[in-house]
């Protein structure tokens, strides 16, 4: 089993659709948790950090369950810009050294 | 303030040959991390360190080499390059700390024929 697992997509929504990804990890030992963005043959980028007590940045909603050991992330009023690859990161290790990367899920916002 | 960069941004190698790909980092960042990305397979760590001076294997470290001599420096070898390496290469940094979140560079493509 992959530490940290993902729907790979592709999910093709519509302009102004709101679309959820989920993102389940193996150990329950896991410190931090994040969601990057990783456009079309570009590096990855911090989208945002993933709260206990779930977090919003705009149009971005995160849940973090850690009874269930799954990420969440919330796109609301999707834009074209928003296409984009989305990355679940979780830090684990003693001080949290260890970085376990998501495969991604592809996502598809159409006009 | 460059952040983290990486050289050079393209190479093709030929089978057998080796190159040394370079990270550098001007954010005084602990941590320094290799990764590798193949179409569909997500980022995969190669070697990372935790100091100057300190390395450790990844998930996928066969046929790779890595030194850090210099805090701001992250260097990645190919001894012997070989098809299966052909990749691209994100190298990442960070502060200690389990809160904290890594930043990348922007990538070198590897073509090995």
């Known amino acids: 089993r992959k530490e940290v697992e993902q729907d790979p997509g592709p999910f093709n929504v519509p302009e102004g659709a709101t679309v959820a990804f989920n993102c389940t990890y193996s150990n329950s030992a896991s410190q931090s948790f994040f969601w990057y963005r990783q456009d079309c043959r570009k590096e990855p980028k911090l989208l945002m950090s993933v709260y206990s007590s779930g977090n919003e940045d705009g149009r971005f909603t995160a849940q973090l369950n850690r009874a269930s050991q799954y990420i969440s992330l919330l796109i609301r009023d999707s834009k074209l810009s928003d296409s984009a690859t989305y990355l679940c990161v979780v830090n684990m290790g003693s001080g949290g050294f260890k970085t376990i990367f998501g495969a991604g899920t592809r996502l598809f916002v159409k006009a | ?113």
């Open chain 2, 1 to 113: 303030n460059a952040g983290v960069t990486q050289t050079p941004k393209f190479r093709v190698l030929k089978t057998g040959q080796s190159m040394t790909l370079l990270c550098a980092q001007d954010m005084n960042h602990e941590y320094m991390y290799w990764y590798r990305q193949d179409p569909g397979m997500g980022l995969r760590l190669i070697h990372y360190s935790v100091g100057e001076g300190t390395t450790a294997k990844g998930e996928v470290p066969d046929g790779y080499n890595v030194s850090r001599l210099k805090k701001q420096n992250f260097l990645l070898g190919l001894e012997s390059a070989a098809p299966s390496q052909t990749s691209v290469y994100f190298c990442a940094s960070r502060v200690a700390g389990a809160q904290e979140t890594q930043y990348f560079g922007p990538g070198t493509r590897l073509l090995v024929l």
